[in-house]
């Protein structure tokens, strides 16, 4: 950070679409900022990014290009590196990055992400947002009318499945050994035409940099193009742990899918200062809803500050005059005077 400013209104930790969009905001404020991005989007592996009106189909890293350079135009500092951890202080926070350099902020935007825990099944891994995919309204329309496969996680494998019919008519739900479902739930699959295959789920068969299907303990192979898997949604919450803020585990269905850091609607925490938005508050959030989170919290953060600036020009304009100033006053009055009378004179 050499050469840059060691205090800021705001430093913004985490350069995703959240973190670059409040970015872009406050610097259109007037408002110093700082970005400190670690450099590992989670969306990377991903070929293009979908239902971001204006953009529809950019890929993920080309959208933070041009986010970067949005930013920077309006006068935004961003530099790549890992806050281990921040400080709260009397007039703001202390930011500290791993190789032990420290800002000062004002305020803190924290837009670190989340983490994909993903199944533990081979050659899984590898294909993350290729063909093995989480999100229909991301990756739905790519591989529509194929032949795809369910991983079940947890007790919402089966709404899954019902979600993805949506976008084709070839769907099988993975057991995978997890509990069984109900009545109810099999008939609504089978109403729909999807097949549940029971068994382990070991690997998965490639050619290439395709799937071509889903092999069973047993070494049975299912044909299938694309995988569809629920991982756990963990929170990027070291730097806000570190002041005090903890992860809150988020259910669906009675299955704990993940964690995130609680916050009010604009994405201000329990810490006065501290505001998250993207999928460190939301698990669900999406690119575009991320950036707009951004753009809320920062708009936010700014009318914070502002009314932080009028306390302290209306202290000052109240403080009472030192002994010096109070002389230097009287002084310029009855020169004033003095100066006065001798126009009169004349």
Known sequence: MSGMNQRYDVVVIG???AGLSGALALSRARRSVLVIDA?????APASHAHNYLGR???PPLELLAVGRAEAAGYGAEIVQGDVVSAEKLSDGFRVVQTDGRAVHARRLLVTTGIVDELPAVEGLAERWGNDVLHCPYCHGWEVRDQAVGILAAGPMAPHQALLWRQWTDDVVLFRNDRPDFSDEEYEQLAARGI???DGEVAALEAAGDRITGVRLAGGTVIPREALVVQPRFTARSAVLESLGLRPTEMEMGGHVVGTYIAADPAGATEVPGVWVA?????L?????????AGLKAASMINMDLVAEDTRRAVDARRAPFSAEAERQVTE???GDRRHGLQETAR
């Open 56 to 58: 529809e189909g950019i």
């Open 195 to 197: 097949c549940v295959v």
């Open 278 to 282: 993207g999928n460190v508050a939301n």
């Open 332 to 334: 310029r009055v009855l």
């Open 15 to 17: 350069g995703g679409a």
């Open 284 to 292: 669900m959030e999406q690119v575009v809803g991320a950036a707009a």
């Open 39 to 43: 450099g590992s989007p989670r969306n």
